[in-house]
């Protein structure tokens, strides 16, 4: 369906009396594109933005609405996560108050220009390539321009990394499924999980300190090491040059 979008747009209000404004297979549609800006040439653009002809225009108002938004909801977020820490803000409240505010600004800035780069590329691919051209690559390198964004939140970033790593594996999967490259099996979702809980241990195990904060201290409480007071191998091996020097 995606590739059927893209094409010139016929607008209903300017054509009443044209019942081929959509194909068939576009139907769906409708409802968007019937009140449409008449000024659209591409239906791609007038599915996306129908009141507003112009594409430079809608993705400058999302970035004026969308980022402060935004960063409220992460100022929010960040400062209710950062409350078991607050002797820290009132040791250096300066220093963590400028920390906060840099990280909310990288979030905020990372989601406003990797979700507006996404949707923003299928307007400029629309009039930069011909219609014949990367009909169906197009969509990923939007999508692979927007996640160029990352590097503004490179430092703090890395949950947000792994829950889109996450979300792309499970989109690959279910694209490839669909158009049958390989076949979904019973229960593939725990054995995804189990897999990923062994390398997990095995990565706890050889050097504990790359799995550290909560998941660490998770993993240890589950092992027994954290409720029993065992010592992981790492802190053994630690140990062990201790003594020998």
């Known amino acids: 369906m995606l590739t059927k979008v893209i094409r010139p747009f016929i607008s209903p209000i300017l054509f009443p009396l044209n019942q081929n404004t959509l194909p068939t297979s576009l139907s769906a549609l409708a409802p968007i594109t019937s009140s449409a800006h008449p000024s659209h040439t591409a239906l791609s653009c007038a599915t996306l933005h129908p009141t507003t002809p112009s594409c430079t225009t809608t993705f400058l108002q999302y970035i004026l609405t969308a980022f402060p938004t935004l960063a409220k909801f992460f100022a929010a977020y960040y400062t209710l996560f950062a409350l078991p820490k607050y002797r820290k803000f009132i040791a250096s409240p300066a220093h963590e108050l400028n920390a906060l505010a840099k990280r909310v600004l990288r979030t905020a800035t990372f989601l406003t220009g990797a979700i507006g780069t996404s949707w923003v590329s299928i307007c400029f691919f629309q009039y930069l390539f011909p219609r014949t051209l990367l009909p169906s690559t197009r969509w ?106």
């Open 140 to 245: 990923f390198l939007g999508g692979f321009l927007g996640g160029l964004w990352g590097f503004v939140d490179r430092k703090g970033g890395k949950g947000h990394f792994l829950y889109s790593i996450r979300l792309s594996i499970d989109s690959l999967w279910k694209v490839g499924v669909k158009r049958g490259h390989w076949k979904g099996m019973t229960g593939g979702d725990v054995a995804v999980f189990v897999a990923g809980l062994a390398v997990l241990n095995v990565v706890y195990e050889k050097r504990r300190s790359v799995v550290g904060g909560g998941v660490g201290k998770g993993v240890g409480w589950l092992r027994g090491e954290e409720l029993f007071g065992k010592k992981s191998a790492e802190d053994e091996e630690k140990e062990v040059d201790e003594k020998d020097m």
